[in-house]
């Protein structure tokens, strides 16, 4: 049983949900660290993790940032009270937040006397688009059966915007129980079979990062990133143990059709060679070429380069006309010799890796810049929390990112950064993101600073200024 498992729990506890369905973003890794601020991890497992978790999984939506705040507040110990007497029987279990949508109508029968029916179409319009008339006739029915049973227009108002935060989208309980219920499955699996986990995040092409995050937060996993090969790949991502071996479906511009006669021819035996190959899969020469690249043949062609092994491929081409889509321009008739260059240089493989799986894989980006970074001075990403409310220059590999608007229409983002050591999220505020946004890419590194915040034990980063390593 997921919810028993102390590794699962732990998972939540942590806030190490990377992958776990529904509760991988960084506003909902952040949010779980705050649930368990404070908190042993022996006393987090005597709370009631999984309707805590419910919750969370509930109260995450666009415009309920204040509710937020106000629950943690209220499940740390600050003191509060319902709005008002008559939303106790709705609110109690949710420290008297509105988080569910039969919340939302179950206040408005409660407080303002709507039937049933009214109450259930009030939920409905509360989430839709284009519905401002709509919404202005329920709000004059619900502020005037409100009063009606003495509620002060303030208390009216306050409760209305509660329901207001349910725009965009919100959950009823049963679906959010039904949510978290599959996270727990997805966390057991992340807890105890982290390579297969992560393979199959991959596989399923992920959720809220790109590949090369979740190959990075793999390796923080302490898993082994193993390349394409091309006797022990399959066409999805394979995880065994601890090592996690990359699918060939991440080979950009590889035909299906080739992936599948390569497997297909496979299972007769192992490929021997590249001229193995060649003889028993019928593959278009531009593919082959993307394999030698990618370095799928270097465990069977130990003793030659792969500048040799695309020589060979022009060879077998000019011999094989009809299999050529002129990949070699040139009139390679009379070739008859095959030449032997050297092993590419490191800068060549590096570029044609990223060229050829979108990210680099074999090696984080970052420790290109080693000998740079010597020089320069800074926190590295899992010892933030040691420097909360100091300012400081950390280096950073940019992860996802997320802009929204303020109330004031102003553009701000929250940007996810990395190091070698850990993720770490970053708050560009109106001023810094207009200043900074547009020097930031998913390419490069880059050294910020500013001002780690810490928000019952969720640290973050509010960035002044950003350059180029």
């Not at 502020?143 to 509660?162: F, L």
């Not at 090369?212 to 790949?233: H, K, Q, W």
């Not at 077998?316 to 050529?324: D, G, K, Y």
Request: charged share 25%.
């Amino acid at each position: 049983n997921p919810n028993e498992d102390v590794g699962t729990i732990e998972r939540f506890y942590r806030g190490d949900t990377m992958g776990v369905f529904y509760f991988e973003s960084p506003a909902t890794r952040q949010l779980l660290q705050k649930v368990a601020h404070g908190l042993s991890l022996a006393d987090y497992l005597q709370r009631d993790h999984y309707q805590l978790n419910v919750i969370v999984t509930s109260i995450i939506r666009p415009a309920s940032n204040q509710y937020i705040q106000e629950w943690v507040k209220r499940l740390h110990g600050a003191p509060w009270s319902h709005l008002h007497p008559l939303l106790k029987p709705v609110l109690d279990e949710t420290l008297g937040v509105m988080v569910y949508q039969e919340q939302m109508s179950q206040a408005a029968m409660h407080l303002a006397g709507f039937d049933p029916a009214s109450a259930d179409l009030l939920r409905k319009i509360v989430s839709k688009k284009h519905k401002a008339r709509q919404l202005r006739d329920y709000h004059r029915q619900f502020v005037s059966g409100a009063r009606q049973r003495g509620v002060r227009d303030e208390i009216i108002e306050q409760v209305w915007q509660m329901i207001l935060s349910f725009e965009g989208y919100s959950f009823c309980k049963p679906h959010s129980a039904s949510y978290t219920l599959v996270a727990y499955k997805s966390a057991w699996l992340r807890a105890h079979y982290p390579a297969e986990f992560m393979a199959a995040v991959l596989s399923n092409r992920g959720g809220y990062y790109s590949p090369f995050g979740y190959i990075s937060e793999a390796r923080r996993m302490g898993l082994t990133v193993l390349m394409p090969d091309i006797n022990a790949s399959e066409i999805h991502y394979v995880g065994r143990g601890r090592s996690l071996r990359i699918g060939l479906m991440q080979l950009k511009g590889v035909a299906h059709k080739t992936l599948k006669a390569l497997i297909r021819n496979r299972a007769a035996g192992p490929f021997r060679s590249l001229q193995d190959f060649l003889d028993r899969v019928r593959a278009e020469p531009a593919d082959v070429k993307i394999l030698i690249k990618a370095g799928c043949f270097d465990d069977v062609e130990k003793d030659r380069s792969r500048p040799q092994l695309l020589w060979q491929l022009h060879l077998h081409t000019a011999r094989h006309p009809a299999r050529s889509l002129d990949l070699f321009q040139e009139d390679s008739s009379s070739l008859s010799t095959l030449p032997a260059p050297p092993q590419s240089d490191m800068k060549t493989m590096l570029r044609d890796e990223l060229a050829i799986l979108g990210f680099l894989a074999s090696r984080h980006p970052l420790t290109l810049y080693e000998d740079r970074l010597k020089n320069v001075p800074y926190v590295r990403a899992h010892q933030l929390n040691k420097f909360v409310n100091k300012r400081v220059q950390t280096i950073g590999w940019l992860i996802t990112a997320k802009t929204v608007s303020t109330k004031n229409s102003e553009l701000m983002e929250f940007i996810s950064f990395e190091d070698t050591t850990a993720l770490y999220e970053t708050t560009f505020f109106p001023k810094a993101y207009e200043r900074f946004v547009h020097l930031l890419s998913h390419t490069r590194p880059y050294i910020l600073q500013g001002r780690v915040e810490s928000n019952f034990g969720a640290v973050t980063l509010t960035v002044e200024s950003v350059r180029f390593l």
